[in-house]
Antibody, heavy 118, light 110 residues
Framework: EVQLVESGGGLVQPGGSLRLSCAASGFTFSSYWMSWVRQAPGKGLEWVAN????????YYVDSVKGRFTISRDNAKISLYLQMNSLRAEDTAVYYCARDWRVAGFDYWGQGTLVTVSS | QSALTQPPSASGSPGQSVTISCTGTSSDVGGYNYVSWYQQHPGKAPKLMIYEVSKRPSGVPDRFSGSKSGNTASLTVSGLQAEDEADYYCSSYAGSIPVVFGGGTKLTVL
C-alpha cells in the first residue's frame, strides 16, 4: 500500500524557516517524480514544487522561487521542503504527492499545517 | 501564473448528471492533453479522479468522465450519489509551469 506521511509543520514567525519531510512507503520511491502541493485555509490547491527521480531537475511556482528548496533522499525514501523567509501568505496545509504521468498526482499524504504568524 | 477558471458551485439531485467546467488558455488546457481532476472531501486529501483528460485510475467509478474542447475541459458525474458531494479541482500541464490548478468547484447533491 502506497503511503506518504508528512511532518514538520507548525507555527513560525514571519521571516522564519521550517523544513517539511515526507516519508514514503509501499512503492519504488526512486522511480517517481515527487511534488509538494499546498492549500491555504478555505482556499484551493496550489502546486509548489517538484523534483525528478534523481534530484537532478527541480521546478518551483514563482511565488516561492529563491525561498523554498525541494530535495529528496532516495536512500531514506524521503522528500523534503526547506522553507525560508516565510510569509503570512505561505500559511497552508502542505501535501506531499506522487507525480503521475504528466501533471497528475495519484497519491497524496494527509498534509501538514504550516502557520506563519507573529 | 493564473489559475484555471472553474464555477464556484454546481449541484444536482441524486441520479442526475452534472458537468463542471475548467477553462484555461492555449498555453495550458488547450495546448496539451494533460488535464486532471481531483475530488476532495472536507478535511481530507485530494483524490485523483481523471488524468490525461479522460482516463480513470483504477477504482474510480465509470460514473466519472472527462472531456476537453478547445481551452475548456469538463468533468461529468453521472448518476449522482450522496457521496459525490465534495470539492472538485482541475489541473493542467502548462509548459514551463509544470502544474496549474483551477480554483475549485463545490458540488452539492440536493
Amino acid at each position: 500500500e502506497v503511503q506518504l506521511v508528512e511532518s514538520g509543520g507548525g507555527l513560525v514567525q514571519p521571516g522564519g524557516s521550517l523544513r517539511l519531510s515526507c516519508a514514503a512507503s509501499g512503492f519504488t520511491f526512486s522511480s517517481y517524480w515527487m511534488s509538494w502541493v499546498r492549500q491555504a485555509p478555505g482556499k484551493g490547491l496550489e502546486w509548489v514544487a517538484n523534483i525528478k527521480q534523481d534530484g537532478g531537475e527541480k521546478y518551483y511556482v514563482d511565488s516561492v522561487k529563491g525561498r523554498f528548496t525541494i530535495s529528496r533522499d532516495n536512500a531514506k525514501i524521503s522528500l523534503y521542503l526547506q522553507m525560508n523567509s516565510l510569509r503570512a501568505e505561505d500559511t497552508a496545509v502542505y501535501y506531499c504527492a506522487r507525480d503521475w504521468r504528466v501533471a497528475g498526482f495519484d497519491y497524496w499524504g494527509q498534509g501538514t499545517l504550516v502557520t506563519v504568524s507573529s | 501564473q493564473s489559475a484555471l477558471t472553474q464555477p464556484p458551485s454546481a449541484s444536482g439531485s441524486p441520479g442526475q448528471s452534472v458537468t463542471i467546467s475548467c477553462t484555461g488558455t492555449s498555453s495550458d488546457v488547450g495546448g496539451y492533453n494533460y488535464v486532471s481532476w481531483y475530488q476532495q472531501h472536507p478535511g481530507k486529501a485530494p483524490k485523483l479522479m481523471i488524468y490525461e483528460v479522460s482516463k480513470r485510475p483504477s477504482g474510480v467509478p465509470d460514473r466519472f468522465s472527462g472531456s476537453k474542447s478547445g481551452n475548456t475541459a469538463s468533468l461529468t458525474v453521472s448518476g449522482l450519489q450522496a457521496e459525490d458531494e465534495a470539492d472538485y479541482y482541475c489541473s493542467s500541464y502548462a509548459g514551463s509551469i509544470p502544474v496549474v490548478f483551477g480554483g475549485g468547484t463545490k458540488l452539492t447533491v440536493l
